[in-house]
């Protein structure tokens, strides 16, 4: 069984806790960025019922400070293993510590940990080697996207056959545009490296979605150019299925504990 909840979502940090347990063993935690202080983020993972030294791993998507957060004092202090990118490693400095447990991960290449299997997969993000991920335990699917400018067909590829979905809405374009934020932002969000809007996200769930699809979760909404009514009702719109059957992360709380 995999079981997944935010520790919050969006422009202040982004935090992913990911379960899989057989029911015979361990369970595998696998950690999904941790952009926030160890202290907060220690506050969060509590309130999710989970200690850091109880982590299998935390995955890092890009160098980018809502999302690398305290990785690696978590590293430091608790022997929690990272897993991420080489580009990624070498954007936030490639600290050469003796012992400072890091595994390099590629596109495509799944990775065993415990009861989980993970696979990261390249999307377009204005950062040096982004990768987003799925998971499964051979049953369930779990996908998550976020950090992405647009959809390629690489990433359609890897979110088929999903049976939860987290995808990023960041903004509704036209209130990006409305905004006070310079040309220059505003072209850099809405462009190919940026961020998906509602209504790109809305398109990728319509080209993912399926019968056995149970979850689909908007996240990284922009306080600023956004609203989770606007962003469940575009996700909504893609699957025919009324708006508060999409659950919205939110920056304080994120969501409470799904089963995908």
Not at 155 to 165: S, V
Request: charged letters at 15%; one cysteine or more.
């Amino acid at each position: 069984m995999i079981r997944f909840c935010s520790l919050g979502s969006g422009s202040t940090g982004n935090a992913t806790l990911i379960e899989a347990s057989s029911g015979t063993g361990p369970a595998t935690r696998l950690l999904v960025d941790c952009g926030f202080s160890l202290r907060e983020l220690e506050a969060r993972l509590a309130r999710a019922g989970v200690a850091a030294t109880e982590l299998s791993g935390v995955f890092i998507t890009h160098e980018h400070g809502d999302h690398v957060g305290c990785a690696l004092t978590l590293a430091r202090r608790h022997r929690v293993p990272l897993y991420t990118s080489r580009g990624t490693w070498q954007a936030i400095g490639a600290p050469e510590e003796a012992g400072l447990p890091v595994h390099f991960v590629h596109d495509g290449l799944p990775v065993d940990l415990g009861e989980l299997a993970i696979t990261p997969y390249t999307v377009p993000h204005d950062a040096r080697e982004p990768l987003q991920l799925t998971c499964t335990d051979g049953d369930a699917k779990l996908g998550l996207l976020t950090d992405a400018g647009c959809a390629t067909a690489h990433l359609l590829a890897q979110l088929q056959a999903c049976t939860a979905l987290l995808l990023e809405c960041n903004h509704d374009l036209q209130m990006l545009q409305a905004s006070r934020y310079p040309a220059s932002l505003k072209a850099r969000i809405a462009g190919r490296l940026g961020h998906l809007s509602n209504d790109t996200a809305a398109q990728i769930l319509a080209a993912c979605g399926h019968d056995g699809l149970r979850h689909v979760v908007a996240a990284h909404l922009s306080e600023q150019n956004n609203t989770p009514a606007q962003a469940a009702r575009a996700l909504a719109t893609a699957l025919d299925c009324a708006a508060d059957e999409i659950v919205v992360a939110g920056p304080l709380d994120g969501f409470s504990w799904l089963r995908a």
